[in-house]
């Protein structure tokens, strides 16, 4: 089964810029990969916030965006915010399986 | 408003069975496709099964296939996990998700989960 692999922890001061990257054990991911972009705060259920790589949900706010970048795929959280302090999963789409990464904790401080 | 709303956890001796439900409302649940996904406590989350709108199009990961087993009633608008032979490591909060209204794309939204604990 694929590994999906994402940084376990990330540092970003409040207004700044951070990059989360989300890769495959089986290659690049690409778009036909469909990555998805979750948040989850403590206690709470998941949230989704990109899905097909780019697209946004009418929650999700404009400064996370979600892109392909050298062969993983990627969330950037522009001009952070201390909400924003969460832990981010990524999931993508195999031939009949479909798996999630082990997340990454962003603390923003 | 759209809801989903999970129930049917509880503790359970390893070996044993329990069904999980999810009660939709607010939406056409017969329209959309449905998935499970479960994080056990402190760890990630963890994609377990989906089920197409109609007919019976249905995926499970491996390390439930054969023991777990996900249906649909649309008359009831609900969604149920079938769990047999439970082991430890099936310990987790279970969550539902829908498929997007525009269809095609999973994890619209989410249920707040239920809780199973596999112990002795």
């Known amino acids: 089964q694929a590994v999906v692999t994402q940084e376990p922890s990330l540092t970003v001061s409040p207004g700044g810029t951070v990059t989360l990257t989300c890769g495959s054990s089986?290659?690049?991911?690409?778009?036909?990969?469909?990555p998805y972009w979750f948040q989850q705060k403590p206690g709470q259920a998941p949230r989704t916030l990109i899905y097909?790589?780019?697209n946004k949900f009418s929650w999700t706010p404009a400064r996370f965006s979600g892109s392909l970048l050298g062969g993983k795929a990627a969330l950037t959280l522009s001009g952070a915010q201390p909400d924003d302090e969460a832990e981010y999963y990524c999931f993508l789409s195999y031939t009949d399986t479909w798996v999630f990464g082990g997340g990454t904790k962003l603390t923003v401080l | 408003e759209m809801q989903l709303v999970e129930s049917g956890g509880g503790l359970v001796q390893p070996g044993g069975s329990l069904r999980l439900s999810c009660a939709a409302s607010g939406f056409t649940f017969s329209s959309f496709s449905m998935t499970w996904v479960r994080q056990a406590p402190g760890k990630g989350l963890e994609w377990v099964s989906y089920?197409?709108?109609?007919?019976?199009?249905?995926f499970y990961a491996d390390s439930v296939r054969g023991r777990f087993t996900v249906s649909r009633d649309n008359a009831k608008n609900s969604l149920y996990l079938q769990m047999n032979s439970l082991r430890d490591e099936d310990s987790a909060i279970y969550y539902c998700a829908r498929e997007a209204p525009w269809g095609a794309t999973w994890f619209y939204s989410w249920g707040q989960g239920t809780l199973v604990t596999v112990s002795s």
């Open positions: 089920i197409s709108s109609r007919p019976g199009i249905i």
């Open positions: 089986t290659g690049a991911v690409t778009s036909g990969h469909y």
């Open positions: 097909d790589t780019t």
